[in-house]
């Protein structure tokens, strides 16, 4: 349709206003445009990676924490082993290779402890609360992997802890926990938990705090002034569409004053003169 030929006046001629060729970016731009692309990569792998450490490192290492396990060793001895088998018969495991895996098949070790024991006496399997010379401080305890009972190859193997621990009469230094004296595990790293738990909280964060305000820092800098510049192409385009006839200059001031004058309606003049009455 030819310009001639456009009658509405809402719509003119469209193909009159041509695109506007594309301009190539300068480096500056090519590299604000791959440093916001490689920011949004890392802030998006950092909160993916921050989320698949609370299972798997922030959970047990909160948890040891928490346990509040005893700063010196004790000596513990084996009680007793039993396997099981059936989700009804496994309320607890000692060690299980998965947190989310359900239990049908358990091994339970039941140890007990004493802080009074030395090393160079010797302490029989059958030996009661009171036998033996020994006084136990707690006569059944519950021996666990870790404070969870439960964590993933190769940091927990089952196979290996069964092996180590599951032998009746077996002495070896354990901890147990000040919250729950029932709960034992045979090694315990305090230090190792605090960095654990710092490292996987502090730097995820860090890292992707520095990402989303470089991402913010970008934005501002690159976008502002295109964005601006589009909105007021937008806004002239929508003025040119809806305004395509001009509307009519307003009124002058001397236009104004004529239309009031002639508005006003002419009234007639009448010149009254008095009736002199003659003598």
């Not at 009159?16 to 998006?44: D, H, K, N």
């Not at 509040?68 to 396997?83: A, G, K, N, T």
């Not at 033996?132 to 190859?153: I, M, R």
Request: glycine letters at 4%; proline letters at 8%.
């Amino acid at each position: 349709m030819l310009c001639s030929e456009s009658r509405h006046p809402h719509f003119p001629c469209l193909h009159a206003v041509m695109p506007e060729p594309a301009v190539p970016r300068t480096l500056l731009e090519s590299i604000q445009f791959y440093a916001s692309g490689l920011l949004l990569l890392t802030a998006i792998f950092t909160l993916s990676a921050f989320l698949f450490l609370i299972p798997f490192v922030l959970d047990p290492a909160y948890s040891t924490i928490a346990a509040d396990f005893i700063d010196e060793p004790v000596e513990c001895q084996v009680l007793q082993v039993e396997s099981y088998f059936g989700l009804s018969n496994c309320t607890w495991t000692s060690c299980r290779e998965g947190c989310t895996r359900e239990l049908t098949a358990c091994t339970q070790i039941i140890v007990r402890y004493t802080s009074r024991f030395q090393g160079e006496q010797e302490v029989e399997a059958n030996d009661t609360a009171t036998g033996g010379g020994v006084k136990w401080d707690l006569d059944s305890a519950e021996l666990y992997v870790n404070v969870k009972g439960c964590g993933y190859p190769p940091t927990v193997n089952c196979t290996v802890f069964a092996e180590s621990y599951g032998e009746e009469g077996l002495m070896f230094p354990c901890f147990y926990s000040r919250k729950n004296p029932r709960l034992v595990v045979p090694e315990y790293d305090p230090e190792g938990a605090k960095v654990s738990l710092v490292s996987a909280t502090v730097f995820p964060i860090l890292i992707f705090t520095i990402s989303v305000t470089g991402l913010c820092l970008m934005y501002v800098r690159a976008c502002r002034e295109p964005v601006l510049k589009r909105l007021e192409k937008t806004r002239a385009w929508q003025k040119f569409v809806m305004y395509s006839n001009p509307p009519e200059p307003p009124p002058s001031e001397q236009e104004n004053r004529e239309s009031d004058t002639k508005s006003i309606p002419k009234t007639r003049t009448v010149k009254h003169e008095p009736n002199i009455e003659e003598d």
